[in-house]
């Protein structure tokens, strides 16, 4: 997934380009207002800072904006009320307020993904894998062929953070931070078992590579992701 990451401080920017990366993304930085209208593009999401230091972030979200319908988040140290609603009305997508961790941006931006793909009524908030699997990720449950199917919690948010990226490497500290949090001091071997728990249940519908000393990948073998 392509990012423009529009911020003029260079210490956040560089942990927020380190941290993106870490988990998959490819990062375009530019530190100006007149930079980012001028990015040719193409790009996915665009994490926009108001504080820019030659004009106003809102207006650079308006005229980018006009130009389309691609996500945008703002992120800054503005955390007045009004600037937060006028982000909005001008057609951000969400907004974060600094400070703010690396795990809380890429969170927003995939809520802000997920909620531009179209979808119809009948299938909002489900996500198909194949022909066979299904997540629910409103309802936290999981069907096979039509049939739900039992996880434990912590199954369910193992699988459900390994397909937001089919065929994505994860390394084991991506995944423990994502679905154990950052604070984990236990072992790791419950990340391996878990993992066989949803080879088990899951045979035939998704395979989880093990990629020695770095982390899993997930494939759907059960046809093509949708």
């Not at 593009?41 to 005229?63: H, S």
């Not at 949090?181 to 071997?189: L, R, Y």
Request: charged residues 30%.
């Amino acid at each position: 997934m392509r990012v423009l990451l529009v911020e003029d401080d260079e210490p956040v920017a560089e942990s927020l380009r380190r941290g993106l990366k870490r988990y998959g993304f490819e990062v375009e930085w530019v530190t100006t207002g007149a930079a980012a209208l001028a990015h040719p593009g193409p790009y996915d999401v665009v994490l926009l800072d108001l504080g820019l230091p030659d004009t106003d972030g809102l207006d650079v979200c308006k005229a980018l904006r006009g130009r389309g319908d691609v996500p945008i988040i703002v992120i800054s140290a503005r955390s007045d009320e009004t600037d937060r609603v006028v982000g909005l009305e001008l057609g951000a997508d969400d907004y974060v307020s600094k400070p703010f961790g690396v795990r809380e941006v890429i969170a927003r931006i995939r809520a802000v993904m997920r909620r531009a793909q179209p979808r119809t009524a009948e299938a909002a908030g489900l996500d198909r894998y194949g022909s066979r699997l299904t997540i629910d990720r409103k309802g936290a449950r999981v069907h096979l062929d039509g049939e739900e199917i039992t996880l434990t919690p912590k199954e369910y948010d193992l699988l459900a953070f390994l397909t937001e990226e089919p065929g994505a490497l994860m390394s084991r500290e991506q995944i423990m931070e994502a679905v154990w949090d950052a604070n984990w001091f236990g072992p790791t071997k419950t990340l391996d078992v878990h993992v066989a728990a949803l080879r088990r249940k899951l045979a035939g519908v998704i395979s989880i590579e093990a990629v020695r000393g770095v982390g899993f990948r997930l494939e759907i073998t059960g046809g093509t992701a949708s």
